[in-house]
């Protein structure tokens, strides 16, 4: 079951894990919203390891504003950017700020 | 720590546009990936890939996509104790021998 819903505001987290990861730095410790829930896919950090058991893991669409990720965007203010990210990079955003 | 393919962000400079012709090797290689990761081998992933040429060294990396792939299955396969290093070296000087190259 996916734990957030479309709308909601995550916050990526900076996790230092080793191995293969899909959540590259330029959008952690950055805060987004649930644009889709994409499904349940095999953990890709686990199967990187080999592991062909690796369990299934919710998978979300994430939105942010480019003006958030870059500090020199000379873009639009409206511009977004979406990437795909695990459930366990997020969490909410005002676990973050509280 | 921010590995040496997590670029996103960094300054590229000018980005050339070419389109490149497929050459020979490259199909087999990509031939040769997808047999080895097939329901009924499952030998190497593609995350498997990534996660051997995220950490073979930078020098190796950028050697090109191919070549990175190509490097990154054969330590794979290495790991997996398909057969050894030995194994890819003589094989290759045959092949080179044969073709005259080298």
Wanted: proline share 4%.
């Amino acid at each position: 079951m996916p734990r957030f819903l479309v709308g909601a505001r995550v916050y990526v987290r900076n996790l230092d894990l080793a191995g293969h990861v899909r959540t590259p730095h330029y959008v952690r410790n950055h805060t987004g919203v649930i644009e889709r829930y994409c499904g349940a896919f095999p953990n890709p950090e686990q199967r990187a390891r080999g592991d062909k058991n690796a369990r299934r893991t919710e998978l979300y669409r994430v939105q942010f504003r480019q003006c958030d990720l870059w500090p020199a965007y000379a873009g639009e203010p409206e511009d977004t950017l979406e990437i795909e990210v695990y459930e366990h990079w997020l969490m909410e955003h005002h676990e973050e700020t509280a | 720590m921010k590995g040496y393919h997590d670029i996103g962000g960094e300054s590229a400079g000018h980005v050339e546009h070419l389109e490149l012709p497929w050459l020979h090797w490259q199909k087999l290689a990509e031939a040769m990936r997808n047999l080895l990761g097939d329901a009924r081998r499952n030998l190497v992933s593609v995350d498997e890939l990534r996660r051997v040429f995220e950490t073979f060294g930078e020098e190796k990396y950028n050697a090109g996509f191919y070549e990175r792939r190509v490097e990154a299955m054969a330590a794979l396969l290495v790991e997996k104790n398909v057969f050894s290093w030995d194994v890819i070296e003589t094989r290759m000087a045959a092949i080179a021998k044969r073709s005259g190259v080298r």
